[in-house]
């Protein structure tokens, strides 16, 4: 009875501990530990985020004696995977942020600088101070950045005020969008949503905030009188198609007027008015024609809004000509292989996280499947061998449908799904343990993937 | 579950309910797991009269410790979606009900001190 008295807790940590590995894609296949290979590689890892620590902290367990440095201005560091249920009022902008050098290991070096150019050819990257860092080997985990100002007549400093929220902006500006929000839902009203037209990360985020704006105004008795409007980028609300048709059920469900291929392009503050482009669509005819509708634009009126812009490569990844020269050209992501994101054109540079030009892949739970593969062939690369690890594409979103419940929505790039806990936790059903595991158990799993562990 | 180190476990853990709530609640635990202990050893056998008073208390026990977790967690009985929820839910159901019981029949134990077994 005693053991039991003591197991208690702990199996209500196990349960959110094994939410946690699910969600962050623990079953990644991880190379065996062998002795650390002794090199004087020098490494330069752009980045110090969630991918550039992960990357560190593994690579320092893995070789001895390599010159490895870190390249970021970015004092804090934050955990992005908070910032909804900071805008959801759960939890306070303290909750996402600590700072980079908390990750970092030993025996590294971290450079407090933005990278101002990269040069895969001369094998250096200069700073914006002007050093210039030399390097064998480059990991590029710079993350991606947001284009605010591709959206006319936005700017941040609206955000909480007038209806506007930007939840992606950071930890105070996702508790600035809770203000407006919470203020919102108690009134009712219009809620538009929607996501941009380029590639981004947790693409079900947008989703996930709508839903629970519908909570609320539920919550609060102030739905009857609202309206949640939908822009969809295009056709489509989620690019798994077994996960989209399970969203648009519960779209549905919820009574969401869904708008398709509607894309943001200005916001007008003082009229609460939003302006889309709806891009020239072509149909084709039984008869073999073609029926052209031009391009055409759109204005749709809201009280409450989230704003989510454009997002690309960093300029100085776009700038360096390892992005891809065909595919993305207006977001620059960069031309790796699918399976051992390796660059194609300059095999001793490699990507983890968001900046990685594969079609899927850009949230916290790729990233913790991502290293172990950069890390393999690395590795493999400075031992004079061949890397073999592969990643699949996969990647994890906790779908919050309602403060309480959530989906857990796994899937690789064949857009099959990949569950963690097949028979046990079904990935297409509202469940509240895959809130549990959203709520409770990623936070701590993502910082064990910070530290090299887990 | 590659790393399930106990440093990731306690980290978790204090996640959940927060670092001071966690540990308050540990050594809450610890100490009424060595006072159970200790009445056992005292006694040297288990009362069935204070097992069953005991065990009148279960179903508080077990409706408290649903209550908490989620209270915890920001939901309720409303987000209950499937099977695998009512497991969850029963399981912490139960881990109360019996975290109960041995507080009730410890404490009654201690109060009533060493008793002789003709007292039985």
């Known amino acids: 009875m005693s053991d039991m008295q003591d197991f208690r807790p702990s199996r209500r940590g196990f349960l959110g501990l094994a939410g946690g590995a699910a969600a962050l894609g623990l079953a990644a296949p991880a190379p065996a530990r062998a002795q650390a290979i002794a090199t004087k590689a020098k490494i330069v890892i752009l980045g110090a985020g969630a991918a550039g620590a992960g990357m560190a902290n593994r690579l320092v367990e893995r070789l001895d004696g390599a010159e490895i440095t870190l390249v970021d201005g970015r004092k804090q560091h934050w955990y992005q995977p908070g910032f909804t249920l900071i805008a959801s009022g759960l939890k306070p902008a303290s909750y996402s942020v600590s700072g980079t050098g908390d990750w970092l290991p030993k025996g590294v070096k971290w450079v407090e600088e933005y990278a101002a150019n990269i040069d895969p050819e001369g094998q250096v990257i200069t700073t914006a101070g002007g050093e210039k860092l030399p390097y064998d080997y480059l990991i590029l985990a710079t993350g991606l950045t947001l284009d605010w100002a591709s959206i006319e007549g936005f700017s941040l400093d609206q955000v909480g005020q007038n209806g506007i929220g930007a939840v992606y902006a950071g930890p105070d500006y996702a508790a600035a969008t809770w203000r407006a929000m919470d203020e919102f839902t108690s009134k009712g009203g219009v809620g538009l949503f929607g996501r941009p037209a380029t590639e981004m990360k947790c693409a079900g985020a947008p989703l996930k905030y709508t839903f629970i704006t519908d909570d609320y105004l539920r919550r609060k008795g102030t739905r009857e009188a609202s309206q949640i409007i939908y822009a969809a980028n295009n056709a489509t609300l989620f690019s798994v198609p077994v996960v989209n048709e399970k969203v648009k059920l519960l779209f549905g469900d919820r009574g969401f007027d869904t708008r398709w291929n509607h894309i943001l392009t200005g916001i007008d503050a003082e009229a609460k008015t939003a302006h889309y482009k709806i891009p020239e669509q072509r149909v084709l005819n039984p008869d073999g024609t073609v029926t052209v509708t031009p391009e055409k634009t759109t204005a749709i009126a809201y009280d409450f809004t989230n704003v989510i812009p454009p997002q690309r490569a960093p300029q100085v990844v776009r700038e360096s000509g390892l992005s891809w020269a065909d595919k993305w050209v207006d977001q620059g992501w960069i031309e790796v292989d699918q399976g051992s994101l390796r660059h194609l054109r300059y095999p001793n540079v490699f990507g983890v996280g968001d900046i990685n030009g594969v079609p899927k892949g850009k949230t916290a739970a790729s990233v913790k499947w991502q290293i172990p593969v950069v890390e393999d062939h690395l590795v493999a690369e400075i031992a004079g061998r061949e890397g073999t690890a592969v990643y699949n594409g996969y990647t994890s979103c906790p779908m919050i449908t309602k403060i309480g419940r959530a989906m857990l929505v796994e899937f690789d790039y064949k857009n099959n799904l990949t569950p963690s806990f097949p028979g046990v936790i079904a990935p297409l059903e509202e469940l509240w343990i895959s809130w549990l595991m959203k709520e409770i158990a990623l936070k701590p799993t993502y910082n064990a993937m910070l530290r090299g562990k887990a | ?120």
């Open chain 2, 1 to 120: 579950m590659k790393d399930l180190t106990f440093e990731t476990l306690i980290a978790v853990f204090e996640e959940i309910f927060g670092r001071g709530l966690f540990w308050t609640m540990v050594a809450v635990a610890a100490v009424v797991t060595v006072a159970y202990l200790y009445v056992l050893i005292r006694d040297r056998h288990l009362s069935a009269r204070k097992f069953l008073a005991a065990q009148l208390f279960m179903p508080i026990g077990a409706i408290a410790a649903v209550l908490f977790v989620q209270w915890v967690t920001h939901s309720g009985f409303g987000d209950i979606g499937g099977p695998v929820d009512w497991i969850v839910l029963l399981g912490v159901a139960g881990m109360g009900a019996v975290g109960i019981a041995i507080l009730v029949y410890t404490v009654q134990a201690l109060i009533a001190g060493k008793s002789p077994k003709a007292a039985e």
